[in-house]
């Protein structure tokens, strides 16, 4: 659905450009055996027509299409120099970057895996989550499960030309059928009886303001808080704006722990969001003109919501060092595990919404980070798009500290850092005992 205006814009595009090359060519020719008058009329009219209607997709996509940015482990946050290529440069310094002694890498928690639009009725996706490979599908009843992708029987993978039968999935391989409310194998189309034992692991899944969650818990313990729903999307007041995602070579706990970081916000954040994601020239003083003010709180919640914590911001814009007190926004980022986070804008005049910031452990040490936004639906496109992607800048420079920085787990503070060990504290909760760690640790990401 998203694609669509950009497929049609590329096809006005191509049509128009095949007609007017169509035309050049044949008020060409014409010109050449008759010597035409009206050729260079049609030449015009050809280029102004394109010219527009290319004019108009671009305007229409601006005005009414949701933002989508996507990016891969590469794209950004690696400093390409010496002729390397980004794909060079992030192996590179993957290879030779320090990562500390690091706490485990998969915290319990609830974890995005999809966005629900991107899953139909009967329709079944691999996803690379928490080191393993999950068959996630939608069944006939519209509800979304997720399953441990290979099929107990000889290993082939269920998302891998597995189809969608009822409830249940199918293997590709012989065809055993497995449900989806709790992976028990249904059905052996060439045997007698099904094993009590054939089944494969069935993960505990929710659904909520578009999202698609699993629950991971080292010991296969119940979920232990939900994610609250956002009822302004449920009731349709809230829409679909855009989405950002981006995949990040750190430890999951470095990105939560930026709330709780207040320094970094006046360093590394105050530059206008023109002076760009590259760390190298944030600084410049072309931008300078242009600077964001940043007043931070966080703390974390009490009972029943010790899952919970809150970071109150109070953002401001100087332009040429005049404050323009319009522009004031006021957010609460609420964190809900380690990996959900909803970032509630409120503004005088340019109405609420939210971003839904969930970041997923694909492996030990790859994160995958998506932004979705939903704002009030009476709120031009613009404005919300605008957010998404002013925040998408500022994100993508913490992503350059993150991809290069090693975990300190004793890090030298000042008094003024002391929210840093508050949240250490806090997001120790979501560790247990058996909970994973990074085999073959030592100074490289060689795992
Ligand atoms: S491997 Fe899945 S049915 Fe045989
Ligand atoms: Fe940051």
Redo the contacts with the bound molecule.
Sequence with gaps: MMDSPSVSIKTAAAVTGLGLGAMLLIGGREQMDSADPGFSTWTAVCIITGVSLFAMGRLYRLLFCPLVILRTPEDVGYITEGGRSKAQAAKEVRRRRKVGDLPPVYPNGWYRVLDSHMLDRGEVKNVSALGEQLAVFRGQDGEAYVLDAY?P????HLAVGGRVVGNCIE?P????QFQGSDGKCSKIPYAEKVPEFAKVRCWPSCEVNGQILIWFHCDGEDPQWTVPEQQEITKGEWVYRGRTEHFINAHIEEIPENAADVAHLAHLHTPGILSGVDLRYTHSRTWTFLQHDWKVQWAPESEPNKHCSQMLVKHALTVFGCHWPLLDVNVVARQVGPGVVFLLFNHSFLGRGVIMHCVTPVEPLLQCVSHIIFYQSNIPALVPKFILRAECTQFERDVMIWNNKKYISRPLLVKEDSAILKHRRWFSQFYSKNSPRLKYQHDTLDF
């Excluded at 029987?153 to 082939?156: E, F, T």
């Excluded at 391989?173 to 055993?176: D, I, K, P, Q, Y």
């Design positions: 099929c029987h000889l290993g082939a293997c391989f012989h065809g055993w």
